[in-house]
């Protein structure tokens, strides 16, 4: 499985954009990325995926580069409600024999008022 | 719909008693995998099970097991606790393939081994 690295920690302010970049060197070719976001005491929940290029949702934008050795998880004008740990997960959703998603440690963002 | 849930949230057992945690997938999400989160080692990968059958295993001590029923709800079994068994426990569910909405974590089971 692709190691990922991570920030450890991140500060924002409300009302700022937040990009937290992922590297994931040794990405395979059908490896897809996927972040995480987890509150305390909450499990991990899914914000977006994606495999090249940009991909965008209603909450997240996820940006990776022509050789996806990084990615980038923009989170546009965050709220206090988005501090929380964002998970940078690199694998392959449809290998049924290796399904185990591999956490790393996170990236903790803490959004200041 | 309804999400993942776990049940109970909050456990309380002694040393070397044993545990049973129990997780109800979303419906029509035959996969569940099961997590354990600790401050020290954070989220680990414990088992998945599709249909009914284990399909992949994590680097856990043969003191846990699980196993998963024909309407797709899971049980995680630990036996002879250890201090360092307490932690978050949690389940995620999925389609076939979790490509585009990925896994679907429940609350958890905090569990506190005394």
């Known amino acids: 499985l692709a190691k990922t690295t991570q920030p450890i920690s991140m500060d924002s302010y409300e009302g700022q954009e937040v990009n937290i970049t992922c590297s994931h060197n040794?990405?395979?070719?059908?490896?897809?990325i996927t972040w995480y976001q987890q509150f305390p005491s909450q499990g991990p929940r899914f914000i977006i995926q994606g495999y090249k290029t940009k991909v965008k949702n209603e909450v997240a934008s996820l940006f990776i580069p022509a050789d996806r050795k990084s990615s980038t998880l923009s989170l546009p004008r965050v709220s206090l409600s988005d501090t929380a740990v964002y998970y940078c997960?690199?694998?392959?959703?449809?290998?049924?024999?290796?399904?185990?998603?591999?956490f790393g440690s996170g990236t903790r963002l803490q959004v200041q008022p | 719909k309804a999400g993942v849930t776990q049940t109970p949230r909050y456990l309380i057992k002694t040393r070397g008693q044993q545990v049973t945690l129990s997780c109800s997938p979303i419906s029509g999400h035959r996969s569940v995998s099961w997590y354990q989160q600790t401050p020290g080692q954070g989220l680990q990968f414990l088992f998945e099970?599709?249909?009914?059958?284990?399909?992949n295993k994590g680097n856990f001590p043969g003191r846990f097991s699980g196993r998963q029923f024909s309407n797709s709800r899971s049980e995680m079994n630990v036996s002879t606790l250890e201090l360092g068994d307490s932690a978050l426990y949690l389940c995620a569910s999925s389609l076939e393939s979790p490509r585009q909405h990925g896994y679907t974590f429940g609350s958890g089971t905090r569990l506190t081994v005394v």
């Open positions: 099970y599709f249909s009914e059958t284990q399909r």
């Open positions: 997960l690199v694998g392959d959703p449809m290998d049924t024999g290796r399904r185990a998603l591999t």
């Open positions: 040794n990405i395979a070719t059908n490896d897809y």
